[in-house]
């Protein structure tokens, strides 16, 4: 459920959602919103998430139901079980080849929304100092602008120099 859901929420869009994966068009649109496509393998996902869990809570009510060595709701322990399993192996397949081998990332999106992120000041902190870093960070939030345009403006850094520290690649590969 928890994939699922991610993958809905990346793939909303294109306008007002996060819009950072397209999912395949699998139908042919929404039954309310003329040209929406509705992420229907996550959503499929989601339900037979929601069976499972049903059926557990039945597994787990049946489980706690016998006395003593006798318990005479094996037979449902045993459907439940069985539905999951078979329920998670088929939607797991379909999921996997559906919707997570064919989604495309929306590349720009993503630049765009990594060079607002204020975070990428941090890596300014040791040679503008915290103080002027913290402003320019609020200065690119408050004004929508990418980070790296405002250090710019307000650093007597150069753009190469700003690229390489504010470079997103580099600061996550971690070590030293």
Known sequence: MKIANDLRWMNSGPLAGLGEIELEALQPGSSIMPGKVNPVIPEATAM???????????????????????????????????ESIELLANVSRLLADKAIASFRVNEAKLKEALGRNPILVTALNPII????????????????????????????????????????????????
């Open 48 to 82: 037979v998430a929601a069976q499972v869990i049903g059926n557990d809570a039945t597994i787990a009510v049946a489980g706690q139901s016998g006395d003593f060595e006798l318990n005479v709701m094996l037979p449902v322990i045993a459907s439940n079980l069985l």
């Open 129 to 176: 100092g915290y103080q002027k870093a913290a402003e320019i960070a609020k200065q690119a939030y408050r004004e929508g602008r990418p980070v790296i345009d405002v250090a710019l403006e307000n650093t007597d850094l150069s753009r190469e120099r700003l690229e390489t520290l504010l470079d997103p690649v580099k600061l996550t590969a971690g070590g030293l």
